[in-house]
């Protein structure tokens, strides 16, 4: 049986290895419409919708499908995107926007609604957030019902006719207490009896983008780190790293913010992570690390992979982040055949043909038929019940290897299993009996 070293250095920590993320990209060439992404979000099937400069795309892990003005939609370059309670699929362009339901394609003009900047969920429909004003939009009866909201602040702007230039700090959020927030030009509002009054931010501080975490405190993002609302006011979060950053966007998993921003001071938008309750948990994700372009939006779907939104295509960061080790690193090969973890807490990485890599806590020890090791390829390692670690190979059969001191490492005992001198061990197990049972490639051999 082969293992697959990736799936298991997940969980190891050594304070003196890089630090590298587990990063998929999306782009042109993988079947997405157009490089740049405005929006997205999921629906109860799973499957994710993006809003693009090209169309409408829909993903399900697989394959792309693509919605264009071909098929109806009245603009191809969409503002935002988002899906309501009955599956309903929302996408806004500067003409208006577009509803798709089911195999049909349904649109309110911008002479109605306005030049749509950002979409928002509600319990039925969508928020709207335009140059006209804020929209409730639901489609009950095979019609629409739009109410409209007005904010104390002018709403008469028009989109950039340079798309890469829309505004992507001006959005609309309800929370799950059904709160409905509208941020524009910095400034954040809140819907109460029908209106949309201010709330009080200190007049240097640029409100960008609003979310709330699993209990519903809402949180905000501004050009001051991250803020809490708390009865209305806003209570900024004693965070030290948040402090430094100017947060544009920013998503909640458990008690992690995943946010994308920039230092104070700094020009470049980078992925940014850490722990409210935890402040050694501090991550920093830029193009150097994979990322395909400057980042503008975050996604969590419904796996908690995040997903990166550029004007470059898509990054997905699937878990917070990896230690990832190579020959570069103290390993004796690159081509892991076996894996295993000891009690002692080391890990042990066999490979085809280039022998056997011991990982400490401080250090990583290397073995070979030059120093020992009965055969290079290594394809199973299984400690017993009392702690005895053996090793299967290729053609040298079990063997047992025996700590000798913190300098040696281990030495390597062949076991007497066949007269045949080329036995091969592709798994080891163990019985109640405590017997060791080590399959080969003749069949099963009963060690004990």
Known sequence: MRFTVVLYLLSLSVVSFAQRYNIEIIGLKNGLLHSLVTGIDQDTQGKVWLSTGGGLCSYNGFEFKYLTTRDGLNYTRLTDVAVDAEGNIWAGSSLGLNMVRGNRIFKISKDTIGEVASLGKSNNGVWVLSNRGVFRVTFIKKKFEITQ???????????????????????????????????HKGNLYKLSNGTFIPLAFHPS???????????????????????????DKPVKVNHPYASRIDILRFVCIGTKIWCNGKFKGADEVSIHAFDLEDESFIRTLGIKNGLPDTPSK??????????????????????????????????????????????????WAGTIGEGLSVIGPTRIYQYSTKNGLPDNYVGKIFESSDRKIYVGTSTAGLNLATYINSTLGYSFMRLPLLPNDRVRIDDIVEDRQKMDLGSHIQGLVLYG
Do not use: M
Request: with cysteine.
């Open 149 to 183: 909201y007005s904010l104390p602040a002018s709403l008469n702007f028009a989109l950039s006719p340079i798309f890469q230039d829309r505004p992507l700090t001006d959005f609309v959020f309800q929370s799950a207490l059904n709160q409905v927030y509208v941020g």
């Open 205 to 231: 501080v640029y409100v960008n983008a609003c979310n709330e975490n699993a209990n519903g405190d809402v949180y905000v993002a501004t050009s001051d780190g991250l803020y809490r609302l708390v009865d």
């Open 298 to 347: 975050l996604y969590v779907d419904h796996e908690q992979n995040i997903w990166i939104l550029t004007n470059n295509g898509i990054a997905i960061l699937k878990g917070d982040a990896f230690t990832c080790l190579t020959t570069n690193d103290g390993l004796i090969g690159n081509k892991i055949w076996g894996i295993c973890k000891v009690s002692d807490g080391s890990f």
